[in-house]
């Protein structure tokens, strides 16, 4: 049976997230640029896009990996959800108890992190604009619940281990829940559930910004991932689960409609909830066009994707202010080739730390 995503396409897939993601956190600090629309949705961010995609310079890809680039964590999500299902359900693994799965994935999530979060607030103590941490804040990040505390954005520092917690908190979704009763229908339900609960914040963005750091937010693509992987057991036909595969121009066709679509319904709050699930299906699309020697490029990035992500606030808190006293590129170069030199010896470093064991 064919598979609908081999492992070099979902290493390439993590390869796009991450540079996604770290360019994102790097240019939407710099003054003068669109934020985006990531935990709340603003109109006047919209309103700043559409200006400059209307009077474009030499500036608009910083722009647009400003607005944009966040979504490289849904694409994160939905490998997560998929690779759970293969190797949870779809394995020779035998059935696995709670305790036991919250445990490994915790500890397997904790190496990465506290490589990162330790070398971060050594460089930020002996840097201009310390972060002030509470002893409470470090337990609520170390113990991947910081995103269940009141204004979260204001406690999880560096901002982007935010997603420590989200993902925690998926796997103990998944496992209460999905691993027990794996009906699609019981994916949907929670997908239209957490849409819900959005779609009735649209006059609170306080309330809307506190529960999209958690589960709720990242329920989409998740569940998205969970439904991918079961496909085959859905007893739904289609080409993607037979010995037919969908030709290079069926995937040229999703990659440029999800693309369209990504940018025009970020413009309505109802339809901003649902852009997630168009990055998805626009990244898988963009890893089955690509040509091969782009694919292994990927796959090296895709490899290094966890050390990248707790690796690249220690290099911007370094290399941001070069943006924004000089030209842009000027920092965002210097930032991405140390991003990358770092990260390889963090995951030297990551790797000596033994791994957890199921």
Aim: aromatic share 16%; net charge positive; glycine share 6%.
């Amino acid at each position: 049976m064919k598979e609908q995503l081999t492992r070099n396409e979902c290493s390439a897939m993590r390869g796009i997230a991450i540079l996604a993601i770290i360019l994102h956190n790097y240019c939407h600090w710099i003054n003068g640029i669109v934020k985006e629309n990531e935990y709340t949705w603003q109109l006047d961010r919209c309103n700043q896009l559409w200006q400059v995609l209307q009077n474009p310079d030499y500036l608009l890809p910083v722009h647009l990996v400003s607005f944009f680039g966040h979504y490289g964590v849904p694409v994160f999500l939905f490998l997560s959800g998929f690779g759970l299902v293969k190797k949870y359900e779809q394995s020779s693994m035998p059935k696995v108890g709670i305790w036991r799965f919250v445990r490994y994935n915790y500890l397997k999530l904790f190496r990465i992190l506290i490589v990162g979060f330790v070398a971060f607030t050594m460089l930020d103590a002996i840097t201009p604009n310390m972060h002030r941490y509470l002893w409470h804040e470090v337990v609520a990040i170390l113990g991947m619940f910081a995103n269940l505390l009141e204004n979260p954005s204001k406690v999880i520092w560096p901002g982007p281990y935010w997603y420590f917690s989200l993902t925690l908190q998926l796997y103990i979704v998944y496992r209460l829940l999905l691993y027990r009763w794996r009906h699609w229908g019981v994916v949907v339900a929670l997908i239209a559930g957490c849409w819900l609960w959005q779609l009735s914040c649209q006059n609170d963005m306080v309330l809307l910004d506190r529960i999209r750091y958690n589960f709720i937010g990242g329920m989409l693509p998740f569940g998205l991932g969970i439904l991918f992987a079961r496909i085959p057991t859905l007893g739904i036909k289609c080409s993607l689960t037979g010995n037919k595969t969908f030709p290079y121009w069926e995937y040229f066709l999703a990659l440029l409609v999800s693309t369209a679509l990504i940018v025009a319904m970020s413009f309505w709050y109802q339809s901003w909830l649902w852009v997630p699930a168009f990055i998805v299906v626009g990244t898988i699309a963009l890893v089955k066009v690509m040509p091969n020697w782009m694919i292994n490029q990927l796959v090296w990035v895709g490899s290094i994707s966890a050390a990248m992500f707790v690796a690249h606030p220690i290099v911007r808190k370094i290399f941001i202010n070069v943006a924004r006293r000089q030209d842009p590129f000027d920092g965002l170069i210097l930032y991405i080739v140390a991003t990358i030199a770092l990260s390889w010896l963090v995951k030297l470093l990551i790797d000596r730390i033994p791994k957890p064991k199921l």
